[in-house]
């Protein structure tokens, strides 16, 4: 019935883009007041991260963090993108410039955070070394993002 040959995967899913509604400050404030959530934008924050990643530095489930990533991504703070079965995750900046400014208040604060600056250091050793973490096998480097 199909000709598998000529199926073809598209790179970005349909869908997981941000929609053109306005954003919403109650939602924003709702993605920003959960700590897996906070940790997870930490991970983000100037690259693009395999979900993998993220199971591997904050020690809980793909669903969880799936969730989650889906929750952020609701908000209108986080884009998603395929390659291959990896899911990539990246921040991205709200056009409205008081969510953006919140946003972007909540990511500075992590420079004084010690727990934020551990979930750092333990993804440069990810990233480094991925042959110490087992689920990590194949899993492609995060990307670093020009601002």
């Known amino acids: 019935m199909y000709d598998l040959p000529n199926i ?3 790179a970005y899913i349909t869908g997981m883009t941000r929609s053109a509604k306005p954003l919403d400050m109650v939602q924003l404030f709702a993605a920003l007041a959960d700590p897996t959530r906070l940790r997870l934008l930490n991970l983000m924050n100037g690259r693009e991260v395999c979900v993998c990643y993220f199971v591997e530095i904050l020690k809980q489930g793909q669903p969880k963090i799936s969730r989650h990533l889906a929750y952020l991504r609701r908000a209108g703070i986080v884009e998603a993108r ?15 410039t008081r969510a953006a400014s919140i946003l972007d208040a909540a990511l500075k604060s992590f420079d004084t955070d010690r727990s934020m600056q551990t979930d750092l250091a333990r993804l440069g050793q990810a990233c480094c070394q991925p042959r110490r973490f087992v689920t ?3 899993a492609p480097t995060p990307i670093a993002r020009s601002a």
């Open 8 to 10: 073809s995967v598209k």
């Open 82 to 96: 395929r390659e291959g079965k990896w899911m990539h995750y990246r921040i991205e900046r709200p056009a409205d």
């Open 136 to 138: 990590l096998q194949g």
